[in-house]
């Protein structure tokens, strides 16, 4: 089984940066480092794909909206992944979710939630005008 957990959201102004972490725990499998990311729900909208990471982090997809501004990453070795965000704007309010296929695939599979299996519970960002 696979567990994801976020955590790192919060009130922040506008211009200003936010790292997010999805911690992994693994209990009666093996993870294997699959390709994880990260999707956000505003309210009343629909949920979409902000960026998704290679299982060994060397390969990175960003949703349009987030080019620039927010970088992911993963630290295997602490079974964590990371969102790093930059020049927040109000309209990246959102709850953020981490995810994991939990098989084996490209980033491809993320960003089109293809098999998406595990989700975390999701860490709420405020980004004040």
């Known amino acids: 089984q696979v567990q994801l957990v976020e955590s790192g959201g919060g009130l922040v102004q506008a211009g200003g940066s936010l790292r997010l972490s999805c911690a992994v725990s693994?209990?009666?499998?093996?993870?294997?480092?699959?390709?994880m990311g990260w999707f956000r729900q505003a309210p009343g909208k629909e949920r979409e794909f902000v960026a998704a990471i290679g299982w060994s982090g060397s390969t990175a997809d960003y949703a349009d909206s987030v080019k620039g501004r927010f970088t992911i990453s993963r630290d295997n070795a602490k079974n964590t992944m990371y969102l790093q965000m930059n020049s927040l704007k109000p309209e990246d309010t959102a709850v953020y979710y981490c995810?994991?296929?939990?098989?084996?695939?490209?980033?491809?599979?993320?960003?089109?939630?293809?098999?998406?299996?595990?989700w975390g519970k999701g860490t709420l960002v405020t980004v004040a005008s």
């Open positions: 693994v209990s009666g499998r093996t993870f294997n480092n699959y390709a």
């Open positions: 995810c994991t296929t939990g098989r084996y695939g490209g980033t491809s599979q993320i960003r089109y939630n293809n098999g998406v299996t595990y």
